[in-house]
């Protein structure tokens, strides 16, 4: 192992950039917070800052993943598609079997310049997650219960408020809904042969209420829908631990770009289209179980610099102060000073480890593990 893999395993490492990660957090979510008058005199405007301030944070997990753990994302796309990425609003599906795949979608999102405007439906409980669930109230990002009776009127209204949004935006929905487990896997399978359809090895039946609302009420507004297929070079089960770890993993993307005109109006034509979708996803799936690759060329978008620039700022801005932190605690000898600090980072700790285990596939929700009844006669 070298010195720099060895440094990177450091529990130390992790916690300090974790530390880094939660306080800058906490300061710009302060910062957004204090935009909200502007939303009352420029709306425009409020969203121009938050997009930015957004950026401070999401830009963090990035950089961690592409030059901390030196995580190499590879894009299957075909030239021509690739030509319209970053430059159009578009509606992503992607599916949802990896701790660390919105991490990959984000990283994608910074090459094409989309990371600070990126949108997402998602589960409400992330809502309460700080940093990433408070920053999101900023960003607009559409929240649903997974309850549609509950979620028709709000998403779709959420969705509408996007329509006058002033820079280009990714919407990502996971519309399997919730993450990949074989006991979801084959519940959802029942409730695929009881409607009659297909049974998929690779993904949960797609829910297609929320694609078809998001379809209609950003038609218009997004040119296109990215049909996206993720993967992982080894048969490898990615974790954020991992990435901390410093260990390098080889993500493989396969992107589609489909027009909108293209996708049915009807919710049953609309929920017919998105099953079919999901049908091709599998058999992309199985050729890359096949043969260790998607179809179609790669065309490699390159990393930019400023996820690292920003992220080496927070470090250094940090490192500083804690050092100075430090030397004055040790010089000051007072007992209750140093248990206060000890105290704090315990609880920065003790916080941290509950936001990792927001992305544990293990420690999921239980959603998509009834189906429908069966018919045991
Ligand atoms: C490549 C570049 C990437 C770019 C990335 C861009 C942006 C990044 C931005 C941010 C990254 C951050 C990532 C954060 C991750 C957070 C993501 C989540 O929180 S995922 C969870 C929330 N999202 C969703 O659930 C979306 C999909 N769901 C839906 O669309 C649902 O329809 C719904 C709108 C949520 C409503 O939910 P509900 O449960 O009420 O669903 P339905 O009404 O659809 O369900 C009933 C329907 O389903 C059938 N059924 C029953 N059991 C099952 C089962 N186990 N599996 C499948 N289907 C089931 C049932 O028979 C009903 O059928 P029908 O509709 O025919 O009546
Ligand atoms: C800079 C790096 C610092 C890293 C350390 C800090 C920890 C940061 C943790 C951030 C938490 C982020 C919240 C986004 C999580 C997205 C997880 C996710 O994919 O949600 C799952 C849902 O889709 C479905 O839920 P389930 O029904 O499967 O349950």
Redesign the pocket.
Known sequence: MGLLQLLKSQVLCHLFICFVFLVSGIIVNMLQLCTLPLWLVNKQLFRRVNIRLAYCISSQMVAVLEWWSGTECTLYTDPKSYSHYGKENAI?V?N?NFEID?MC??T??DRFGVLGS??????KE?AYVPVIGWMWYFLEIVF?K???EE?RKT?AQSLQNLQDYPENF?F???????RFTPK?HE??MQ?AES?GLPKLKYH??P?????W?TVNNLRGKVAAV?D?TLNFRDNEAPTLHGVLNGKKYHAD?Y?RRIPLESIPEGEAEC?AWLHKLYQEKDSFQEHYAQTGRFPGPITNPPRRPWALINWLFWCGLFFYHLVLLFVQLLSSGSMLTITASLAFCVAVSVGVRWMIGQTEIDRGSTY?N???PLNNN
């Open positions: 992503v992607l949802h919105f979608g984000w994608f999102c990126s949108k997402v439906l998602a589960k992330l649903c997974r309850k549609w979620d998403v990714w990502l929905l996971y519309c399997e809904g919730t979801k519940i959802s409730v409607k949960l039946l829910r297609t209420k929320g694609f609302v990215y996206s993307l992107v929920a998509g009834k189906g429908v």
